[in-house]
């Protein structure tokens, strides 16, 4: 069975910065694409980045391009999010997901792409 175990959510200031893990297990690491989302209640999951591991395609949405890096670790079959000058409007819940598609353009974090999830982690910045 695909499994995704998010982790390295927490409480940080704004300014700071964290650093989430996706670590995956079930399936062949190398021949997808992971992906992170954030959730706020009320609001739709939103896409913030992903990598694919196929084709080593990234891609960061706006609202954490420049702050952020996805990155991944085929050893240890674990995606990282390193997070930097976290501001408030970064609290949400943050998933991993996991796909096979191929991409002709680079991956992107288009949610109904993503058929394999995993539980969220909270990230909480204060002000």
Not at 17 to 44: H, M, N, Y
């Amino acid at each position: 069975d695909v499994q995704l175990q998010a982790s390295g959510g927490g409480l940080v200031q704004t300014g700071g910065s964290l650093a989430l893990s996706c670590a995956a297990s079930g399936f062949t690491f190398g021949d997808w694409t992971i992906a992170w989302f954030r959730q706020v209640p009320g609001k739709e999951r939103e896409g913030i980045s992903c990598i694919s591991n196929r084709d080593g395609s990234i891609y960061y949405g706006d609202s954490v391009r420049g702050r952020s890096t996805i990155s991944s670790d085929t050893a240890k079959n674990t995606v990282y999010l390193q997070m930097n000058n976290l501001k408030p409007g970064d609290t949400a819940v943050y998933y991993c997901a996991a796909t096979q598609r191929d991409w002709s353009w680079g991956c992107t974090p288009y949610r109904r792409l993503y058929d394999n999830w995993g539980q969220g982690t909270q990230v909480t910045v204060s002000s």
